[in-house]
T-cell receptor, first 117, second 112 residues
Framework: AQSVAQPEDQVNVAEGNPLTVKCTYS??????LFWYVQYPNRGLQFLLK??????LVKGSYGFEAEFNKSQTSFHLKKPSALVSDSALYFC???????????????FGRGTQLTVWP | NAGVTQTPKFQVLKTGQSMTLQCAQD?????MSWYRQDPGMGLRLIHY???????DQGEVPNGYNVSRSTTEDFPLRLLSAAPSQTSVYFC???????????FGPGTRLLVL
């Protein structure tokens, strides 16, 4: 069964420090991988995605993520955190090889990122 | 551009009442989905559709019905509301599996 794990419910970092939000997945075959961010009382906003090609993907607001096939991971990173990055982050995966379930996007439980000044 | 719109934004229901949550998108997307978000649970898929006339169940379909008569609209029906359906509901759409899924602003539902 497809699944996505975000092992940390919360990540706390100081402004200016690098941040990492972890994500691992279990999908049969090669997945499409996504990161979304949710600010309080808002819908989810797209950050970045991995489809194919370069394992390092760059996205919005200075975020990037590294696809590691052997470790089935897709960790979100940013070299220098901002207080305004504080939000709830979701990793999601879609199986590209399944016919009738192509429409399904599987989400992790989310990681609350807090960046303190 | 409107993107994905959801109505209503807030709703209070009594146990046993029925209602329909509306979702519409103006991007001509084939793929549409309904999720519910509960604290500590992330987003759970209720139902999804890969095109007009085609729907399928997600992880938590019980108590909900959907239909997709047009590409634009994907309403979610609560047949007989229960307190366990108190949640925030999000509708989303995308043009293809590899493409970005766009989310609506959400509907907050309270069932008393």
């Amino acid at each position: 069964a497809q699944s996505v794990a975000q092992p940390e419910d919360q990540v706390n970092v100081a402004e200016g420090n690098p941040l990492t939000v972890k994500c691992t997945y279990s999908v049969s075959g090669n997945p499409y991988l996504f990161w979304y961010v949710q600010y309080p009382n808002r819908g989810l906003q797209f950050l970045l995605k991995y489809i194919t090609g370069d394992n390092l993907v760059k996205g919005s607001y200075g975020f990037e993520a590294e696809f590691n096939k052997s470790q089935t991971s897709f960790h979100l990173k940013k070299p220098s955190a901002l207080v305004s990055d504080s939000a709830l982050y979701f990793c999601a995966v879609r199986d590209r090889n399944r016919g009738s379930t192509l429409g399904r996007l599987y989400f992790g439980r989310g990681t609350q990122l807090t960046v303190w000044p | 551009n409107a993107g994905v719109t959801q109505t209503p934004k807030f709703q209070v229901l009594k146990t046993g009442q029925s209602m329909t949550l509306q979702c519409a998108q103006d991007m001509n997307h084939e793929y549409m989905s309904w999720y519910r978000q509960d604290p500590g649970m992330g987003l759970r898929l209720i139902h999804y559709s890969v095109g007009a006339g085609i729907t399928d169940q997600g992880e938590v379909p019980n108590g909900y019905n959907v239909s997709r008569s047009t590409t634009e609209d994907f309403p979610l029906r609560l047949l007989s509301a229960a307190p366990s359906q108190t949640s925030v509901y999000f509708c989303a759409s995308s043009s293809a599996p590899k493409e970005t899924q766009y989310f609506g602003p959400g509907t907050r539902l309270l069932v008393l």
